[in-house]
């Protein structure tokens, strides 16, 4: 009676497998992006595996060796992830929402929390990230009603093990070796507007283009920098107007720079200073630079901190400047906090906070403008930062408090008697809600990481228009394209960034092969076992592995080879896991 149950039992839990999103025996191929890996400062950073042959498990499973543990951002956890890289998991896979605006505030904080944290270490396992789908996300269900099984009863586990244990297998098949790739490019943008008389001090305004996150592919920087390169863009738009007439030009250079690495210490601004200052016979860096302006992370919170190498003294034109900042804020937007954070440039270490340290460390005077006041804040780089994280009003108000500070300053008018309340920036002159949204889609339309910036057609596109945008409304445009030494690379990247991935699920050979464990005598032909073809749901007669027979069941072909991929193969764990 008890067998007649279990027997009825276990073919409705087949009928109920057969009726998945995922049939019992089929194949399902998706791209997935590779976790970061670079070497920068003779430090390595990221994961250094890409090769991924193992069983999915939830990540709420006890035992997590040799599996490929799916998480979705909710269960990215810094303590979840370290177990299993703890437990050697074979590899972690983490679902992407396809709507991040969706997830919970304090889950992205969350999530940002771990990413940070994952990126400072090395791995050796495998990360990747892929996009939420139908078919990901049952998988995720299942292995996760899976582990909520553990605390069944024994019968329960056991059936349920029969049908769906090995269910769902991970694999990346591309055995080729990673390989570094150190003949990337980073490309520096730079215009003027040209002040009135010969020697007019220089106001130089930059920021840097490129994102960051957990993996580049998915890398879209919406507040980290989208929103420093969309005020920048709009100053350039708005000062262009004021320095076409002769009566509104004031006695200031305005030289805008937008650079390249950014994420990666800021290599862009550090080549474009050497070559102005080192190898250029004339450059406005060489002249009265009265300070630089770094634009950084502009789009969210009511505080705008000023970084600073150093105090400014009273009689600089840094104090000056934030000065007219916070008469700005003062008269217009009082519940806005202005704060000043200095931070010494520590000479020991080989990396630098913010962009103003490379002009710092040059003797140029130079300051950051960012709602960021921790230069280690996880929100200065992660995949969860896109356009849903942007809040346009607060983007928009810091645009004007600094259009408006940096007019006051070089107009003078504090000097001249003009009121707190005076605004320069209106009518015509007014920042455009539509441009600046139409800015901030075009820059988060596609991964701006690094990594991709010198070869995919669709990132190279976006640099070329960032120059002809800088050559619509400003002169004197120059594109800098700085190639590193082979030899000794400041930074190296690594390929393999984006992987063709194949889930399939099988269940063991017609079930019974489960049933050999109980009955190693019972005689079963090799020639029944059956093959799962790639992207078919054809099943063809194929050879078995060496160890046949076993007393375990049958074992799953390898998809391109005769390799077992049983994970209970003896001979398969001691070649691909010694």
Known sequence: MLLSSAA????????????????????????????QQYNLAQQKHGCRGAIVVAEARSADEPSLTRRC????????????????????????????????SSIPHETVKSFMVSENEALQKETLTPVYVVPEDEQLLYMYEEVKQAAASRTSSIFVRVLRSIVTATAFQILVSNNNAIKAITDNTIVTLEGMLPGTG???PTIVITAHYDSYGLAPWVSYGADSNGSGVTILLEL???????????????????MFSLTGGGKYNFLGTKRWIEENLDHAESSLLHDNVAFVLCLDMLAKGDELYVHVSRPPKPDSPLYSFIQQLEEVVSSRFPWVKVGLVHKKINLVESTVSWEHERYSLRRILGFTLSHVEDPRSELRGSILDTMSQVDFRKLKRNGIIIAEGL???????????????????KGQLDFQDSRMSSLMSFLTSVPRAAQLLHKEPSQILLVNSLEHEFKHYLQQVHRHTFRQDKRDPEITFFDQMNQPIVMYRRMHHCIFGDYLLFNPGLPV??????????????????????????????????????????LSCKPFRQNKFR
Request: charged fraction near 15%; charge should be positive.
């Open 198 to 200: 010969e020697d007019a």
């Open 525 to 566: 032909s090799p020639q029944s076992s059956v093959k799962l073809q790639a992207n078919t749901h054809t099943a063809a007669p194929f050879t078995p592995c060496g160890h046949w027979p076993t007393p375990f069941p049958p074992c799953e072909p390898c998809l391109s080879t005769q390799s077992c991929l049983s």
């Open 407 to 425: 007019a006051r300053y070089m107009y003078n008018l504090s000097d001249k008697g003009s009121p707190k309340e005076v605004q320069v920036f």
């Open 236 to 254: 350039a738009r708005l000062f262009q107007k004021l320095y076409s007439s002769s009566s509104t030009r004031p006695q200031y250079n305005l």
């Open 69 to 100: 543990v799916i998480m979705k951002v909710q269960d990215f956890t810094v303590e979840k992830y370290f177990e299993a890289l703890r437990q050697n998991a074979a590899a972690v896979l983490i679902l992407l929402p396809q709507n991040i």
């Open 8 to 35: 009825v039992l276990l073919v409705i839990c087949v009928q109920c497998l057969h009726c998945s999103a995922l049939p019992a025996m089929s194949s399902y191929e998706f791209t997935a992006y590779r976790m």
